[in-house]
């Protein structure tokens, strides 16, 4: 199979039948390799689940080994929102792809994503015609919440886990877009993590699969 993303795809064991999807998204710099290490624990207790882990559309322009979902090297909000938005259009087309191949509903796809891949999980997961599975967000925030809330369309059930001495994004953030979900009306859970930071710990891994399997 071929999407439109170059993506690593981890199915089911023993060909077991595919009943749900979890798309994990990369932080910026990074790629679908790095974001599949949470598959290895979770498809232990998802055999009916296949992986995807997809690059980004373009490469990295910090780090031209990786990739990213949008760019970070300039400073303006407008540009980033532009160009995240490109690259949410680029996630729809794969999620398409997606249920077109393993006969699935967004009702069994759950979005997952690390940092600037939390941040594309948020915004595909709100603003799509119909609800997924689950959104599961590691380290990221809302790139814009007023551009956001203009354009939400489904209610997707969503938990957010934070690292509290975070550097690269700040924990406030988790803080502001819980607000903003609840105000939204948008069933959100939080973790704050103590001693945590930009990156996902076991116990961050270990919550986020429970919330799952809770689901599917």
Same mark, same amino acid.
């Not at 990369?26 to 995807?52: A, C, E, Q």
């Not at 990213?68 to 999620?95: C, G, H, M, T, V």
């Not at 941040?119 to 689950?134: A, D, I």
């Given at each position: 199979?071929?999407?439109?993303?170059?993506?690593?795809?981890?199915?089911?064991?023993?060909?077991?039948?595919v @009943?749900?999807?979890?798309?994990?998204?990369h932080?910026?710099?990074?790629?679908? &390799?790095?974001?599949?290490?949470?598959?290895?624990? +979770?498809k232990r207790?998802? $055999?009916?689940?296949?992986?995807?882990c $997809?690059?980004?559309?373009?490469?990295?322009?910090?780090? $031209?080994?990786?990739?990213? +979902?949008?760019d970070?090297?300039?400073?303006? $909000?407008?540009?980033?929102?532009?160009?995240?938005?490109?690259?949410?259009?680029?996630?729809?087309?794969?999620?398409?792809?997606?249920?077109?191949?393993?006969?699935?509903?967004?009702?069994?796809?759950?979005?997952?994503g690390?940092?600037?891949?939390?941040?594309?999980?948020?915004?595909?997961?709100?603003?799509?015609?119909?609800?997924?599975?689950?959104? /599961?967000?590691?380290?990221g @925030?809302?790139?814009d919440?007023?551009?956001?809330?203009?354009?939400?369309?489904?209610?997707?059930?969503?938990?957010?886990?934070?690292?509290?001495?975070d550097?690269?994004?700040?924990?406030?953030?988790?803080?502001?877009?819980?607000?903003?979900?609840?105000?939204?009306?948008v069933? /959100?859970?939080?973790?704050?993590?103590?001693?945590?930071?930009?990156?996902?710990p076991?116990?961050?891994?270990s919550?986020?699969?429970n919330?799952?399997? &809770? &689901?599917?």
């Amino acid at each position: 199979m071929t999407f439109c993303l170059d993506s690593i795809i981890i199915k089911p064991e023993n060909g077991s039948e595919v @009943k749900n999807a979890v798309i994990l998204f990369h932080g910026y710099g990074g790629d679908g &390799k790095d974001i599949s290490m949470l598959s290895l624990n +979770w498809k232990r207790h998802m $055999p009916n689940t296949v992986f995807i882990c $997809p690059n980004g559309h373009e490469a990295c322009t910090l780090n $031209p080994t990786g990739y990213q +979902w949008f760019d970070l090297s300039r400073d303006d $909000p407008d540009y980033i929102l532009k160009q995240s938005i490109i690259a949410e259009n680029k996630i729809k087309q794969l999620i398409q792809e997606i249920k077109k191949e393993f006969n699935l509903t967004n009702n069994e796809i759950c979005l997952t994503g690390f940092s600037q891949g939390c941040m594309m999980s948020l915004n595909v997961g709100l603003t799509s015609e119909e609800k997924f599975l689950c959104i /599961v967000g590691f380290s990221g @925030k809302i790139i814009d919440q007023n551009n956001l809330k203009k354009r939400m369309k489904s209610l997707t059930d969503t938990l957010l886990i934070h690292g509290d001495i975070d550097q690269v994004v700040p924990s406030i953030h988790l803080l502001e877009a819980k607000d903003f979900l609840i105000r939204n009306s948008v069933e /959100v859970k939080t973790l704050l993590i103590k001693n945590c930071e930009h990156h996902i710990p076991i116990e961050a891994s270990s919550t986020a699969l429970n919330y799952i399997l &809770k &689901k599917i």
